[in-house]
């Protein structure tokens, strides 16, 4: 079975903050995603990666960065916590990039508040 | 207009009911539609998906698609309480990323 494992369930943090969020997979997955969900809003994806060192912006990437250093392990990072980013963070696994039906794989997610 | 609409509900059926889940799309150039249930304190898993229009049924799901409405829906039969989750719908792009629909809070009460 596909596994992919987030760092934490529950996360608090205060505004100003720098702060990690670790997503690892364990199925050499090339595509890895990281996703953000409100409610009414649905997943909004904030960046993703196709490969190694590779990254690209997805729709909402503002106040956030991420890092692929290992193939298995993508990072997410809010460089300056702000209240706005309270949030369910999921992130996310595929393999074959390009292929159009390609099915995503969650992690159990991330709820992170920011006082 | 969003490129994947879906009504987030709440749905709150009896059980044993007929579950009509649906989302609307904006591009006809589509190909691949997919449904994923998200439980309560979990990411969403793949529940189905269907290629172009007509049905595929998967024990008491069944999936629609109707290209011409632009139209897709999750028919859920004999509804039971472990059914109870958010159902999201999904459509790859022709960039790999996968666009969500808002997601429907459905609850199957005993």
């Known amino acids: 079975d596909v596994k992919v494992t987030q760092s934490s369930r529950y996360l608090v943090k205060r505004t100003g903050e720098k702060v990690f969020l670790e997503c690892v997979q364990d199925?050499?997955?090339?595509?890895m995603f990281w996703y953000r969900q409100d409610p009414g809003l649905g997943l909004r994806l904030i960046y993703f990666?196709?490969?190694?060192?590779?990254?690209e912006k997805g729709d909402i990437p503002e106040g956030y960065s991420v890092s692929r250093e290992k193939k298995e392990r993508f990072s997410l990072i809010l460089e300056s916590a702000s209240t706005n980013q309270t949030s369910m963070y999921l992130c996310?696994?595929?393999?074959?990039?390009?292929?159009?039906?390609?099915?995503?794989?969650f992690g159990p997610g991330t709820r992170l508040l920011v006082l | 207009q969003k490129e994947v609409e879906q009504d987030p509900g709440p749905l709150s059926v009896p059980e044993g009911a007929i579950v009509s889940l649906n989302c609307t799309y904006s591009?006809?150039?589509?190909?691949?539609f997919m449904w994923y249930r998200q439980y309560s304190r979990k990411g969403p898993e793949l529940l189905m998906y269907?290629?172009?229009?007509g049905n595929k049924e998967d024990g008491r799901f069944t999936a629609q698609v109707d290209k011409s409405s632009k139209y897709i829906s999750l028919f859920i039969r004999d509804s039971q309480p472990s059914d109870s989750a958010t159902y999201l719908c999904?459509?790859?792009?022709?960039?790999?990323?996968?666009?969500f629909g808002q997601g429907t809070t459905l609850q199957v009460k005993p």
């Open positions: 996310a696994s595929s393999p074959l990039a390009g292929v159009k039906m390609e099915t995503q794989y």
């Open positions: 199925m050499d997955h090339e595509n």
């Open positions: 990666s196709y490969d190694v060192k590779m990254k």
């Open positions: 591009n006809s150039a589509f190909q691949y």
């Open positions: 269907t290629y172009s229009s």
């Open positions: 999904a459509i790859p792009s022709n960039t790999g990323k996968l666009i």
